[in-house]
């Protein structure tokens, strides 16, 4: 997986209302050195993230610069290193408009893997921690944590060149800045190009009506198997391949749940975008408020707990060993504080 190009450059507002001071680098950084180990963590967390989305460039927008630099670098006609300081040149005004501090490096890599070319964008802030130096002396030292992605985007160049279809382009954006995250998405021209929660709920409806057909404990192992083998995809940003998931669940006969999948959606898909959220309530409910919370498999449903719609109550016909004895050994001392001593 050859890192073909790597550059960093720094954005930094010190203060409120300050201006924008910009570092752009005007060298590679050493693809083979230290920050190929970097750009492997980070990209390992944005493929993990669940807060992906998934989408292409907008071509509604009036001023989206970004798709005619890339094809550019692609074509030769400006440089990496030139496409890597127009992209954080413009994010920079778009930036303009807000009065926010912040600090941040922002990491440009193009990689090839398997003869696919992928284009990254990582906004990166630094977080502090303590340590201990030669002196004794505790101090304060900066690092970059990996795990943490902040905003990031990702295009897969030969789906968008070849292709041109409508989710060649992948972001993560932070919930803790508005303004930021407007900004970084303005500046990439991103428009949202998968409903991943609807087409989610839509698959997992079909997934349920092919298991209305199965006996009870099969059909608990074959959601099982659904669900692992969807969060799994989307833990490495694969999306589920029908076939490909069709073939798992029964070999001796692969094209069964594909072809009843292909039936019933509205729009026949060969591969879904899943919702990492909606797929943990499939197989699991929970719920809870500051005094209590609840969790239990989808499977106990029915027999084990029920619940009254009319009075709300939710009944526990078996509950875990440890819960149990946690409330025995609650209800023994007011079990014995209640008798009263006979009369002599």
Request: with cysteine; hydrophobic share 35%.
């Amino acid at each position: 997986m050859p890192l073909n190009h790597c550059i960093l450059h720094k954005l930094e507002r010190s203060a409120p209302g300050g201006d924008i001071n910009s570092q752009l680098s005007s060298e590679e950084a050493n693809s083979s050195g230290p920050i190929f180990s970097l750009f492997e963590q980070l990209k390992h967390s944005f493929q993990r993230s669940a807060q992906k989305q998934f989408g292409h460039f907008d071509s509604s927008l009036e001023e989206n610069p970004l798709p005619q630099w890339i094809k550019q670098q692609q074509q030769e006609s400006i440089s990496f290193i030139s496409l890597s300081q127009n992209l954080v040149s413009d994010l920079s005004d778009k930036l303009d408009s807000s009065e926010d501090a912040f600090s941040a490096h922002i990491l440009v890599a193009l990689e090839t893997v398997m003869e696919q070319k992928m284009l990254y964008v990582f906004w990166l802030e630094h977080s502090e921690a303590l340590y201990i130096d030669s002196n004794l002396e505790v101090s304060t030292s900066s690092f970059i944590n990996s795990k943490k992605m902040h905003y990031a985007i990702k295009c897969q160049l030969s789906e968008w060149l070849e292709e041109d279809n409508q989710k060649y382009l992948t972001m993560i954006t932070s919930r803790g800045n508005k303004v930021i995250t407007e900004a970084f998405t303005n500046s990439i021209g991103f428009a949202v190009g998968v409903d991943v929660k609807s087409e989610t709920k839509e698959f997992l409806t079909i997934v349920n009506e092919f298991a209305e057909k199965l006996p009870e404990q099969q059909a608990k192992e074959y959601k099982e198997k659904v669900i692992d083998y969807c969060v799994e995809r989307d833990s490495v940003g694969e999306p589920v391949v029908i076939k490909d998931l069709s073939s798992q669940l029964n070999e001796s006969a692969p094209l069964e749940f594909s072809s009843f999948v292909s039936d019933k959606q509205e729009t026949p898909l060969a591969a879904i975008h899943t919702d990492r959220s909606s797929l943990k309530r499939f197989i699991r409910f929970f719920g809870r408020d500051k005094d209590m919370s609840i969790s239990f498999s989808s499977g106990r449903f029915g027999s084990d707990i029920t619940f009254d719609e009319m009075s709300g109550r939710l009944t526990l016909n078996q509950i875990p060993k440890s819960l149990r004895q946690q409330l025995n050994k609650h209800l023994k001392p007011q079990a014995s504080s209640n008798e009263q001593p006979a009369d002599e």
